[in-house]
């Protein structure tokens, strides 16, 4: 698990074929690997990726193909930067919301506006993933916990503030971009618990009682 919260900007710094899929080589920037074995987890642009070797600065990790296909790492080029997380440690503070690094799907960057010193950011998603996201709520985006400000059909807007943006590889992200997107857990939860997945479900007199409807 990850919090989202970003502690360091990566980028990739090569790209091995691997029988039919590939390994990434991950250049880890600043963040402090002296506590990272192999076999750990490490969130990379909110995508949970297995260390299997560590280098100077960095790791490698294997990728599947179905994973290079549903997440932007299929087309990161050399140099690209990447946002990275270390797996949560139970004593760990939980900055941001519970995140899984398993990505439901992909968005895309539609517009970033100057809003005083922030900036708005609008992003759209699949129908699939938009049932999720609510106004106040949490995603997950590039592996950062963010707040939704408001939705709009398939879309939703963010503000970053300028620590986020400078400290997260958000400041390379451009109009027209696609982002990793995780919804909140507790979304997929309570949509299985009402029912809509099978099952007997919950009330919706629960809910409202419980302040989740």
């Not at 074995?37 to 790791?59: H, K, N, P, Y």
């Not at 193909?65 to 760990?92: H, P």
């Not at 949490?138 to 939704?148: E, P």
Request: charged share 20%; proline share 3%.
């Amino acid at each position: 698990m990850f919090t989202g919260i970003i502690q360091a900007v990566g980028s990739l710094r090569r790209r091995e074929p691997r029988g039919g899929d590939v390994r990434l080589a991950i250049d880890t920037g600043s963040l402090d690997l002296a506590d990272v074995a192999l076999g750990d987890s490490i969130a990379v642009s909110g995508v949970c990726l297995t260390v299997v070797s560590l280098e100077a600065r960095g790791f490698t990790a294997d990728v599947s193909n179905e994973t290079l296909s549903l997440t932007t790492l299929g087309g990161l080029a050399s140099g690209d930067a990447v946002n990275l997380e270390k797996a949560l440690r139970l004593a760990d503070r939980l900055g941001g919301h519970l995140v899984s690094g398993h990505v439901d799907g992909l968005g895309r960057i539609i517009s970033i506006t100057p809003d005083a010193r922030s900036l708005r950011w609008t992003f759209e998603v699949p129908p699939a993933l938009a049932r999720y996201i609510v106004a106040k709520g949490s995603v997950c985006i590039d592996g950062t916990s963010l707040t939704v400000n408001e939705i709009n059909g398939q879309r939703f807007g963010i503000n970053l503030i300028p620590h986020t943006v400078e400290h997260t590889a958000f400041s390379q992200r451009r109009p027209g971009d696609a982002v990793n997107i995780e919804v909140d857990l507790v979304a997929r939860y309570i949509e299985r618990l009402v029912g809509g997945q099978g099952g007997g479900g919950i009330s919706a007199e629960f809910l409202q009682r419980h302040g989740f409807a």
